[in-house]
Each structure stands twice: as C-alpha cells, then as structure tokens.
C-alpha cells in the first residue's frame, strides 16, 4: 500500500483544508441512491461500483468530521467553529444511522458474497459486529450515556485549582506533580485531590449512572452484561474477557515484582527512604530530563529523528511541517491534549498537541507520528474501514516509534538522553500493572452492576493490593479510601479501552528488545506491521510482525526479562 511519497497534493496545505457541511437531504438522497443502485445491480463488477461511491462518500464525511473538530480544538473561543463543531455533534448520530442501514442491506444481500470475494472477510466481520451493539431501542439510553461522559468532562474541565498564587487547571498542576521538591509535590497532589473529594459525591453519581444505563442497553440488546457489549464495541474480533484475564494474571506474576524494583530503585536515587504517592513521578533528584530544543527548534531536530528512523518517515514528517500538518504550540483557546487526526478525503494526516516544554513534547511528537506514518501508509487502501486497525493495533504504531526513536535521542535530550531512555522504560514498566488494575477494576464493575459507589471504591482497593501493592497514600484519605480511578477519563468515557494501551506496549517493547539486536531489521518490521492498516485483527497484525500475541504466556516474561538487563546495565548512568 506504499504511495508515491514524493509529494503531496498542491492543494494540500493544512492551514486551508476545508471540507463544506453536508446537508442532510441531499445526503439522504444520496444513500438512498446506493441503496437503489446496489439493489438493482445486475454482476459482481456493477454491485462493486456501488460499494466505490459509497466508500469516497464516507471518505469526504469523515474528512468534514475530523476538520471541523479539529477546527474548534485549535481555537475554541470562536463562535463560528463552535458552530461548526456543534453540527459536527448534532449530525453525528444521523450519519451512523445512514451508513448502518447501507451496511446492513449490503449483509442482509445475496450480492454479499461477491463483494467479500473482493475486499476480504474482515470487513464485513467487522459490520457485524458493530451493527450488534445498536438497535433503534437503546436511542434513548445512548442520549443519556453521552450526557453524562459530557458531564463528567465538564466537571472536570471546570476544575480551578488554587495553588502557590496562581488559578490552575487539572492539566496546569501536573508538571508541579512531579517536582524536585518534594513539599511541592506533596502540596500539588493535595491540592489536586482536594478538588475530587470535594466533588466527590457528584462523581460517584455519575459513575452510578453510567454503570445503570450501560447495564440496562446490554440486557436490552440480548447480552448478559455490558462488558460482552463493551468488548463488541471496541471491534474485538480475536479476544475475550478469558484471554484478557490471563494477560492481566500474567502482569501481575511478570511485571509486578519489576516495578516494585522500580519505584524501590527511583525511591534510593532521591535519597527516600519510604517512597509515597507523590514520589512516584520523579525520576531523577534534579528533576525529569527536559528537551535541548524547543518549540521551532524541536520541530526541526524531529526531521533527523524521523529521517535517521527510515526515509519514508523522515519524508513524510519533512512534508508535514513545510504543509502545516502540525499545531503544536499551546495558546490560549486552543484545547489541551495531544492527538494524531486524519483527513481520508486527502489522504494526509494532522498532528495536534500542546507542548510545555517537559519531556513530553518529545513524547507526544514521537508517539502521534507513529499514528501519522501509518495512517497515511493506509490512505489509499480501497475500503475506508481498513484504513485504521482496532485501537491497541494502532497504538502499537505510536508506541514503536518512540522505542525506534531511541538511537536518536541525543538530537532532542542532548546530554540527558540516556537518562530519558531510562525514564521511558522504568515509565513502561510502571504503566503495565497500572492499566491492568485500571481494565480488572472495570471488569468488576460491570459484573456487579448493583454494586453502590462505597463498593466499588472498596474495588479499586482490591485491585490495587494485587497490582500496585507498593502505594502508600499517607494522610490523603480520599486516595487512601479508593478514589484514584476518578480522575481516569477512560474509565467514565471509553470503557474497557485502557487495556488497549498495555497490549500495546507489550508488542512496542518486543520491537524495541529486538531493535536492540537488530535494528534495521525492527524498523523493517515495524514500517511492515503499519503498511497493513487494519487488513486484520489485533493479533493476527501481531503474528505477521514476528511478535508474540500478549495473550500468549511467555511475552510478558521475554519482555520483562530484557527490560530487567538493560535497568541493571543503566544503573550507573542515572
Ligand atoms: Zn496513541
């Protein structure tokens, strides 16, 4: 699926992309004539021809979708784009329904079968899936589920944080979490935590909430609990709640005891002898390593990054940034966070992010050019749907990257790169029991849909004694009483995702294990493994990269075991 990559379309500029709101009668009328031009197709060429229509169709909507987001993200004071946005929201739903009743003829068809003879299965196991979490009866509770993640989003965005006389927000008060002082890093959690207990109550009726409707769509829809829906509604073709179970277990006996080392180790280089919650985010006694560069200066030093990685990428990002694909100075008004977006009607992605100049412009640089590089690998696929895999597939694109992009950390950390490299994977090795706590956690919930907010507090408890046995909370008793998963936006917004981002890196960190071997051949694995898209499932993607599915016992232990030489090897440079 490689393209000519030698230049992007004149047109292409991201500063003028634009895409004009669909109206809503004549999109109607359009589906009503591929839904009249597949029924009246007389051969497998013709029906095929429809399925084109359709597939530029979807591409040119996606595209409006994604610019006007994008759009208000850069800039959410203005009313125009507000607008934008909000018709974005309104028309959504509509859409979906429009493109269901396409995809569910196109099933329901005896043309059905030519059609997989020419795009493959996997589509159409695809459709299936996602149109068996809907049906017309669960409108209402969709309302209401979207309503209350939008409250909890503005809860939260609402958060003003008094601290050392300035007004932060929640995003505003990280980089004190992880200060050299350890009073300031104290305080800064305080005060953070502070903000939750207050609202508290608020937030546990929300969850409550959540948990009662999501039960209520799944009984509704035929499943037994909402977790069977959850995992259809994240297209999870090749796995269960059984398998994650055992990749949890197999974190918990692999990866537990290794970052109990690391929070021990950390803890000896800041001279603590009793580590605490807030000590956990602090590596090094000065301070995390900050990039050498900044703003326009790390923008440049990424061309030899991306370039020394393989050409492709290097020219790919050479493109972004002379055609304005990246947005990546924070400014008031524009909306925090870091994403990697697409335009599949121009076939070039978009970078989006904040940088604070922290270590983590590196990091969400690095990381959305993986999403970047393989979305724009897979532009030209013929079946829209094959463009992205599943979500931990496409992370494991991003979280490559930034193990690849090892060998040339020096051009953004300069003399503390050694101590970032050791940063990122001590970091790796602490997210790994965390995300497990976070996905077991979940899966309680939801199989207790009766449960009250105090139970499941005293579940985030028990998940945290097999995962994170090492905390201690100290006199910050709204922790202390289990309420840490609050602040976890995907645990009220994207059920049962955050596992996604652990399988991830345990594929993420294989590649790196072998890229410390040879590492032209990971690169060629890995520039592979993006050239498929989402031709197949999470672990069928895996395989085809020579790596180990995370559901297979012994990929945690090989991994867990090279991360354990390499800490030992490193020791002395930290
Ligand atoms: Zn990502």
């Known amino acids: 699926m490689s393209q000519d990559r030698s230049a992007l379309p004149p047109e292409v500029d991201g500063s003028s992309l634009w895409v004009p709101a669909p109206d809503l009668d004549e999109l109607r009328s359009e ?57 974005v929201d309104e028309m959504s739903p509509k859409l979906m329904a429009l493109d269901d009743a396409m995809k569910r003829l196109v099933l329901d068809s005896p043309g059905r079968a030519d059609l997989e003879a020419r795009i493959g299965r996997h589509v159409t196991a695809l459709w299936e899936c996602e149109l068996s979490t809907f049906s017309p009866e669960i409108e209402e509770d969709l309302t209401r589920e979207a309503r209350l993640e939008a409250e909890y989003t503005a809860l939260l965005a609402g958060a003003r944080l008094a601290f050392e006389g300035e007004t932060l927000n929640l995003a505003g008060i990280e980089p004190y979490t992880q200060s050299p002082d350890r009073d300031t890093r104290y305080r800064a959690l305080q005060t953070k935590w502070a903000f939750f207990a207050a609202h508290g109550e608020e937030l546990d009726r929300i969850f409550d909430d959540l948990v009662r409707v999501r039960h209520a769509m799944a009984r509704r829809l035929g499943f037994s609990s909402f977790t069977e829906l959850a995992y259809r509604r994240l297209n999870r073709l090749d796995y269960g709640p059984a398998a994650v179970e055992g990749y949890r277990q ?26 605490m919650y807030w000590d956990e985010s602090l590596s090094y006694p000065g301070g995390n390593p900050v990039p050498s560069s900044r703003g326009p200066a790390l923008v440049e030093a990424g061309r030899g990054v991306f370039t020394a990685i393989h050409e492709d990428i290097g020219r790919l990002y050479g493109c972004m940034v002379d055609r304005r694909l990246l947005d ?24 989006f992010a904040n940088f604070n100049c922290t270590h983590d412009d590196v990091h969400v640089l690095v990381h959305e050019m993986g999403h970047a590089f393989a979305d724009y690998e897979n532009a030209h696929r013929p079946v829209y749907d094959e463009i992205t895999p599943t979500l931990e597939a496409a992370e494991v694109h991003s979280m490559s ?13 300069g003399a503390d790169a050694a101590r970032y490299r050791r940063q990122h994977l001590e970091d790796a090795i602490l997210f790994l029991p965390y995300g497990a706590a976070v996905d077991h956690f979940q899966h309680l919930v939801y199989a207790h849909p009766d449960a009250g907010p105090a139970q499941r507090h005293e579940m985030w408890r028990q998940v945290e ?18 309420g840490l998963w609050q602040a976890k936006m995907h645990v009220y917004q994207v059920p049962f995702y955050y596992i996604d981002y652990t399988l991830a890196l345990t594929c993420a960190l294989q590649l790196w294990s072998v890229s410390l071997r040879d590492y032209r051949e990971a690169v060629g694995r890995y520039v592979g493994l993006c050239r498929r898209g989402g031709e ?23 991994v867990g075991a090279q991360a354990k030489t390499v800490l030992a090897a490193t020791e002395t440079a930290a």
């Open 31 to 87: 589906y009503d004539d591929l839904r009249a031009g597949w029924q009246a197709a007389r051969d497998a060429q013709a029906r095929y021809d429809v399925f084109r229509r359709w597939d530029v169709l979807r591409r040119r909507l996606a595209t409006w979708q994604a610019l006007a987001r994008l759009r208000f993200d850069q800039q959410t004071t203005d009313p125009q784009r507000k607008a934008a946005r909000h018709l």
């Open 250 to 275: 197999s974190i918990a006996r692999d990866v537990v005891p290794l970052a109990a080392d690391v929070v021990a180790r950390r803890a000896k280089r800041l001279g603590i002898r009793t580590p």
């Open 328 to 351: 990546l100075a924070s400014r008031d008004g524009k909306a925090l966070g870091g994403y990697c977006t697409s335009f599949p009607a121009y076939g070039v992605p978009f970078i």
């Open 401 to 413: 990257l930034e193990y690849l992009a090892w060998p040339q950390y020096e051009l953004f950390f």
């Open 465 to 482: 004694r097999t995962y994170l046995h090492w905390r201690r909370y100290g006199d910050c008793a709204y922790l202390a009483r289990g």
């Open 536 to 558: 197949a499932p999470f672990t069928d993607l895996v395989r085809s990269a020579g790596l180990t599915s995370p559901f297979e016992e012994h990929a945690l232990r090989a």
